[in-house]
Nanobody, 125 residues
């Protein structure tokens, strides 16, 4: 059974930066693409970024392009989300996610089957 544990969320001023981490266990991490999603109060969960199993491909939501960077370290079974130039509208619970199967690329919520517990990011103006 896979376990995903996010960390790094906290309160920050607008314009600041944060790096989120997601540690995975229980699966062959390097065989799986990974994704980050977020959910703001009263809103549906939305895609933020995804990365292929070897890091060669990444995708981003338009709202975060140029500000957020997804990366991974397969030796540490960890995926990261570097968030720069944060805005109040980035306030949300951020979740990392694992696709339903290995060796597939995924960037839609329906393609992900395992989720972490989430980490809160709050950006104040």
């Amino acid at each position: 059974q896979v376990q995903l544990v996010e960390s790094g969320g906290r309160s920050v001023q607008a314009g600041g930066s944060l790096r989120l981490s997601c540690a995975a266990s229980g699966r062959t991490f390097s065989s799986y693409a990974m994704g980050w999603f977020r959910q703001a109060p009263g809103k549906e969960r939305e895609f933020v970024a995804s990365i292929s199993k070897n890091g060669a491909r990444t995708d981003y939501a338009d709202s975060v392009k140029g500000r957020f960077t997804i990366s991974r370290d397969n030796a540490k079974n960890t995926v990261y989300l570097q968030m720069n130039s944060l805005k109040p509208e980035d306030t949300a619970v951020y979740y990392c996610a694992l696709p339903i199967a290995p060796f597939m690329y995924a960037n839609r919520a329906a393609e992900f089957g395992s989720w972490g517990q989430g980490t809160q990011v709050t950006v104040s103006s």
